[in-house]
């Protein structure tokens, strides 16, 4: 049943699923024009389009576990204790290998930043 709060009529539906039919058959960008397909990923950016980015798994660097803690938690969580950062990813719905690898730490131990927080977890004491 229709309740007429369609944003588009059925007609450009339609038109668009048209549009995208043949990028979903085909797995890649189906236009002629280069400059309107999506900008492929650099050899630098952090691994994100393969799952959560954790410490452990397998390409998982300095700067993609820092990345990916510092989207999660923010400025506001630290300093704290394992414990407490735990919470805040638990709180703030972060993958469980990341959360689980947090409270794996020594308790006693005070994390000032990010940084300081991904070099524990990634065992990089000499990493910049």
């Known amino acids: 049943?229709?309740?007429?709060?369609?944003?588009?009529?059925?007609?450009?539906?339609?038109?668009?699923?048209?549009?995208l039919q043949g990028l979903l058959r085909s797995g890649h960008p189906t236009r002629s024009e280069e400059w309107n397909d999506p900008e492929p990923t650099a050899d630098d950016d952090p691994q994100v389009w393969g799952g959560p980015v954790t410490p452990g798994r397998p390409g998982a660097s300095l700067e993609g576990v820092r990345l990916e803690l510092a989207r999660i938690l923010g400025r506001s969580s630290f300093p704290a204790t394992p414990v407490e950062l735990g919470r805040a990813l638990r709180r703030k719905h972060?993958?469980?290998p990341l959360v689980e690898a947090v409270e794996a730490l020594p308790r006693n131990e005070n994390y000032a930043t990010v940084q300081e927080l991904a070099r524990a977890l990634t065992h990089a004491e000499g990493a910049p």
């Open 1 to 19: 049943m229709q309740r007429g709060s369609d944003r588009l009529s059925r007609h450009r539906d339609d038109e668009m699923k048209h549009e």
């Open 94 to 96: 972060a993958p469980d």
